[in-house]
């Protein structure tokens, strides 16, 4: 280089050098439209590889460009901002409960601080500007939303951990990315009016270097951006955060943390799944290309997938009596015949619906089929009767009894209660522990104390017959609880603040 880079400001020689690959890729202008800026430069690093990058970079600069001080210099400055980045990285994840606060924001919300963090990088003093976007393959807006917001978590893991691990820069892997490590310069001895009068180096091993050092430069701003992008939302309750602030700070942790960790498991779309096999185009691997039954689709408009001729034959017996007469499907998992199919495997909730009947060979889908197989430890009389019962009416949701011994049918209405009511009483009646029991002692104390023949002190009686004499006291317990807190019940508390996350369950109603 004509001289050596000693402070930050010579960074802004590069300005001399034209948008190269910004150019290349017609990208659009950040700061004249980020969404379409970020929407091409997805696009642009999809369709490109590493070399291609450099070569478009060895243009106009070589391995001759660079001195070892400019080295020690990039070296000594991307260490440095690195070193912020664990600073920030790690009072995040220690102090500010990142990952179950940016898992439970609104996937708009999510994009929103992304963009800032790609804008930020893109406007840091890099050596390339925002053409350092073009070595940064995984920095991409739909890498970090996958899972329901994981990605992010994941990528900012890592990257700590990265620069945690040396007191040196630190280089954050990508096989994509070094791929191109050891390349030719592909300029040398081309025409001489192709490349700037001097004499060019055969070798690109410095110019990967400086481009690897400015790639791990921008991935660090890119951190720091949104990362402050989410903390000033934080600070300053944003009207995007405070939704989950609300639910982090009026619910227990736990609850907080599960609905978090629900939202991981989210599906964008409804899984293809081969009628006959079951499996996915992801399970047959690349190239993967199912067909769908003609007959359906032109007079039902209704795709049932095969994923070669063999399966389809084989399903044949099976299809083709509702082949072109009805919409019927097998309701394979996470397809669009699966009530529940936007639920992950994973999801121990959705997983209790649909396999509680599993015993029976039936396929459940839906809420009213949460029951109550034999439990594996010893119920109490009272209990197994209640068991019985709730198998025999699945739409009940808790039977009550009068002092003279009448029946009352205990049914809820709202369908998130209903949902968070029922998985406490299937995990109750399906194991030997306790956990749940309180809630729905109280949520049912609320609804039916008033009730003709039924008394609070009738339902706290039959409840300790049913589960033991110390269930009054968590009940009570509870009950301070969720007063002290402001809330009615703890079921109607999860509810409003789940609804902030979640809506406001009434698609449960259709299940």
Known sequence: MASKIDDDNAVETTKDFP?????????????????KW?????????????????????????????????????????????????????????EGHFDTIWLLLDVSEKRRHILEGLKGASEAPTFWGPDCR????????????????????????????????SIKPAFLPNSWWEQASNLPNPWWEQAPDVL????????????????????????????????????????????????????MENTEGYVARALAQVKTSFRDKPLIRCENCTKTPEDIGQGARFMVCSVCKTKLNFEIHYCSKFCQKQDWSLHKRACGKKPVSKGLSGTKGDSLWAFGESNPAVELIRNCGK???????SLRDIGVNPCKGKHSPAAERQAQMLEDDRDADY?????????????????????????????????????????????MLKL?????????????????????????????RLEKKSRERGKSTFIEGWVKDSSNVFGDWSWLGSL
């Open 399 to 443: 039977f009550l009894f009068t002092a003279s011994g009448e029946t009352v049918r205990f049914v809820i209405d709202d369908p998130g209660a209903k949902m968070i009511f029922r998985i406490n009483r299937g995990t109750i009646m399906t194991q030997t522990g306790d956990t749940g029991l309180d809630a729905m002692g109280e949520y």
């Open 359 to 365: 015993k029976e060979g039936r396929s459940l889908t």
């Open 448 to 476: 039916m104390s008033g009730y003709p023949g039924l008394s609070r002190n009738i339902i706290l009686k039959q409840l300790c017959e049913e589960h033991g004499a110390d269930t009054t006291k968590k009940i009570v």
């Open 196 to 247: 700037p009068q001097r004499e060019i180096s055969q070798s690109t091993k410095l110019l990967f270097e400086v481009a690897t050092i400015n790639r791990n430069k921008f991935i660090a701003h890119f951190v720091l951006s949104s990362a402050l992008s989410i903390i000033g939302d934080i600070a300053n309750r944003g009207e995007g955060m405070k939704g989950v602030l609300h639910l």
């Open 19 to 35: 948008p190269l690959l910004s150019k290349k890729f017609n990208i659009t202008d950040v700061k004249q439209d980020a969404l």
């Open 38 to 94: 970020n929407k091409e430069w997805e696009a642009a690093i999809a369709s490109s590889t590493a070399a291609d990058v450099l070569k478009e970079i060895s243009r106009f600069l070589d391995d001759s460009f660079f001195t070892p001080s400019d080295i020690d210099f990039f070296h000594e400055d991307l260490r440095s901002v690195q070193n912020k980045v664990a600073e920030v990285l790690r009072n995040l994840f220690n």
């Open 134 to 165: 073009a070595l940064c393959p995984e920095v991409t807006t739909s890498n970090f939303l996958t899972q329901g917001g994981k990605g992010l978590v994941d990528f900012l893991t890592r990257v700590l951990e990265v620069s945690e691990s």
